[in-house]
């Protein structure tokens, strides 16, 4: 089951392709986007990294990180972010296969990949609100970003 506004998100640790580590506590104090993504270089999630990207400055005026989480490896999601310019941390839940996903309640377990789900989170690490698609092949509607950070 998926986590819910008002949930805490769960105790993690994920690597992004620099080997730094994110942990959850590291997002306290902060409002953070965990942003899941099911696989790197894939049209869908394409379009949606370059939409978070194209709107990086707009987050960061509301006072929100972004991360981006995927079960690709790290070597490609480093490939990924310097194809498509990302800036944002792309943390992978590469293994133990997708546990973080499924801490989250974001796991698609016959497709083995992450369901595309944001979970926004305040200064507790308490989720405030999610946006998702919860069709693979299908994005989550930009606009619900935009109505949520007011740009």
Request: with cysteine; proline share 4%; hydrophobic share 35%.
């Amino acid at each position: 089951m998926s986590l819910q506004v008002g949930d805490t998100i769960p105790e993690f640790k994920l690597y992004n392709y620099d080997k730094n580590a994110y942990e959850d506590k590291d997002f306290l104090g902060k409002k953070t986007m965990f942003v899941f993504l099911p696989f790197p270089f894939s049209s869908v999630c394409d379009k949606e990294i370059c939409e978070l990207r194209d709107n990086k400055a707009s987050l960061e005026e509301n006072g929100t990180d972004t991360v981006l989480i995927t079960v690709g490896a790290s070597p490609t999601n480093r490939a990924w972010a310097a194809h498509y310019g990302i800036e944002f941390p792309i943390l992978a839940d590469f293994w133990p296969h997708g546990a973080v996903s499924q801490k989250f309640g974001c796991f698609h377990e016959k497709a083995g990949i992450s369901l595309r789900y944001s979970y926004i989170t305040d200064e507790n690490n308490v989720i405030t609100e999610i946006i998702k698609s919860d069709e693979i092949g299908v994005e989550r509607d930009f606009s619900e970003y935009k109505e949520s950070f007011g740009f």
